[in-house]
């Protein structure tokens, strides 16, 4: 195929899926979310960024490690928000790494903290040794990452770092905004109801290509 249709095709494409989300945003989406808060091609765009820069510092401690022909980085995603922002991030990073997932629960079906970390999947594989960047969508009150993040180092790994899309800084105070700082952050967000590119309320919403606000019509 030339390079001419292969970009035709993309362009053909483009429109295909602005056209459909277009008709999807009148007929529904545009009650239930008060705005769009970071649009595909910001959050394409930063993600690049940030797997260039996860690629640089990894390369460094590749090296470092001095670990054979075993690849020392695994992207860690914790389903279920993570997954669009996994799948987009993993293929800005140039260099061998693996993928696991881990499942786990802070929020009931509310829009809440419940200040409870359940393990509802564990890792399929050791981390021993290994270089793990835990892949999130969000952090808010910062509870399931810390706890995870300890979790994890219990395990022998020889680091653990954190990528998160968005964070809600503003709602951790002191030594709470201390306790949990990620290497790589997308964008803060503000203290509203975000919902899209893998962030969810009540299953809903997780396959939208933007983030957008809810209306607190949607959940109060
Ligand atoms: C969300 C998000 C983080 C967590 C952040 O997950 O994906 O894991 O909450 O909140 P915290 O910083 O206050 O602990 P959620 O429990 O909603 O599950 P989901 O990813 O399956 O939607």
Redesign the pocket.
């Known amino acids: 195929m030339s390079d001419e249709s292969s970009a035709d095709r993309s362009a053909g494409n483009a429109e295909t899926r602005a056209a459909n989300w277009a008709e999807i945003w009148e007929g529904g989406l545009r009650a239930d979310l008060r705005e769009v808060l970071f649009d595909a091609p910001t959050i394409h765009d930063r993600v690049v960024e940030m797997g260039r820069a996860i690629t640089t510092h990894y390369t460094d401690r590749a090296n470092m490690a001095n670990m054979g022909d075993k690849s020392p980085l695994l992207l860690l995603g914790?389903?279920?928000?993570?997954y669009p922002f996994l799948a987009d991030l993993a293929r800005t990073v140039n260099l061998p790494l693996t993928v696991d997932f881990m499942?786990?629960?802070?929020?009931g079906a509310g829009t809440k903290?419940s200040g409870v970390?359940r393990i509802l999947k564990d890792l399929d594989r050791s981390i021993e040794g290994r270089h793990v960047l835990i892949v999130?969508?969000?952090?808010?009150?910062?509870?399931?990452?810390h706890y995870l993040r300890e979790n994890l180092r219990g395990r022998g790994p020889a680091s653990v770092e954190i990528a998160a899309l968005l964070d809600?800084k503003s709602v951790r105070k002191g030594k709470e905004l201390e306790d949990?700082n990620a290497r790589y952050v997308g964008f803060e967000c503000p203290n509203e109801f975000v919902v899209g590119y893998?962030?969810?309320y009540k299953g809903r919403y997780?396959n939208l290509p933007f983030i957008g606000v809810l209306r607190p019509e949607v959940y109060s």
């Open positions: 914790i389903l279920k928000g993570s499942a786990v629960s802070s929020y903290s970390v999130e969508d969000i952090i808010d009150t910062g509870l399931t990452l809600k949990m893998g962030l969810d997780r």
